[in-house]
T-cell receptor
Framework: DQQVKQNSPSLSVQEGRISILNCDYT??????FLWYKKYPAEGPTFLIS?????DKNEDGRFTVFLNKSAKHLSLHIVPSQPGDSAVYFC???????????????FGQGTILTVHP | DTAVSQTPKYLVTQMGNDKSIKCEQN?????MYWYKQDSKKFLKIMFS???????INETVPNRFSPKSPDKAHLNLHINSLELGDSAVYFC????????????FGSGTRLTVV
């Protein structure tokens, strides 16, 4: 029972264009969401997060959008750069408590390739 | 000056053996975790420790035993290794339980043959 899913295994984008990575979740107790970026042979690194009280959070070229009614979030990267090529993981947790408190539930990742 | 370091990076071993993976963090974080990345690429939590105390123990076979001698270290010992244990194991730390900006180690690729 995968509570966080990233249904696109890969995405290919031209440099300078927008990259949109999607993530869906099923657990309505999730109220905090994060994106992690992972390069080969390295651990994931934290990129950006959003609380369920917001529907958008922006940090430089990265923006995360949250649609609670659809249980869907997306990460927009504008403009995309070749150095953004990596695996992107969506993750969720329950800050308010419950059985998901204190742990992150990850999706399976989307491989982003940005072509020069 | 690695923040979260885990050793070894690669581990190839035979079925039935016992092995350990070590993890150390120098960030002063209170909480440490073990995650397993399975063949379908999902990262799944196995254990978390807060100040040497076991907080989360997901449905993991009892062949897996975490040990935290102090809050900077969380080691993972695996007994009687099975083929299905082959995966990448990631150690991570965070400021406190409920703080989700994890810092991950670079992973240990375990291959059981």
């Amino acid at each position: 029972d995968q509570q966080v899913k990233q249904n696109s295994p890969s995405l290919s984008v031209q440099e300078g264009r927008i990259s949109i990575l999607n993530c869906d979740y099923t657990n309505s107790m999730f109220d905090y969401f994060l994106w992690y970026k992972k390069y080969p042979a390295e651990g994931p690194t934290f990129l950006i997060s959003i609380s369920s009280i917001k529907d958008k959070n922006e940090d430089g070229r990265f923006t995360v959008f949250l649609n609670k009614s659809a249980k869907h979030l997306s990460l927009h990267i504008v403009p995309s750069q070749p150095g953004d090529s990596a695996v992107y993981f969506c993750a969720a947790s329950a800050e308010a408590g419950g059985t998901s408190y204190g742990k992150l539930t990850f999706g399976q990742g989307t491989i982003l390739t940005v072509h020069p | 000056d690695t923040a979260v370091s885990q050793t070894p990076k690669y581990l190839v071993t035979q079925m039935g053996n016992d092995k350990s993976i070590k993890c150390e963090q120098n960030l002063g974080h209170d909480t440490m975790y073990w995650y397993k990345q399975d063949s379908k690429k999902f990262l799944k939590i196995m254990f978390s420790y807060n100040n040497k105390e076991l907080i989360i123990n997901e449905t993991v076979p009892n062949r897996f035993s975490p040990k935290s001698p102090d809050k900077a270290h969380l080691n993972l010992h695996i007994n009687s290794l099975e083929l299905g244990d082959s995966a990448v194991y990631f150690c991570a730390s965070s400021q406190s339980e409920g703080s989700y900006g994890y810092t991950f180690g670079s992973g240990t690729r375990l291959t059981v043959v």
